[in-house]
């Protein structure tokens, strides 16, 4: 999506590139378990078990709005692993 925007001249400013869907971190971790078969108890965190300094947002996600859409983000993490681990064994 990024060499799409650069090679089609976009505007400037600035763009969410963020595939389709949303999940908190918790989902997402457990997704990425999920996709690599392995089984682990994962547990939701409370926000206010990582104090910041900054207040956050109860509910915050990126949206592309400016951009096509973007395939949904389980698919885009199912390929990023694949190559990850393929490139892990090259090592």
């Known amino acids: 999506a990024i060499k799409k925007l650069i090679l089609e001249k976009s505007p400037y400013g600035i763009y969410h590139l963020t595939n389709s869907g949303s999940a908190t971190w918790y989902e ?3 997704e990425i378990f999920k996709q690599l078969n ?3 108890a994962v547990y939701p965190a409370r926000r206010a078990d990582f104090p ?3 207040r956050m947002p109860e509910y915050s996600r990126l949206l592309n709005t400016k951009f096509f859409a ?3 983000w389980p698919e885009a993490l199912k390929e990023f692993l694949t190559d990850y681990l393929k490139d ?3 090592s």
């Open 52 to 54: 910041r300094p900054a």
């Open 70 to 72: 973007l395939r949904n």
């Open 28 to 30: 997402c971790a457990n």
């Open 38 to 40: 392995i089984e682990i």
């Open 88 to 90: 892990e064994q090259k």
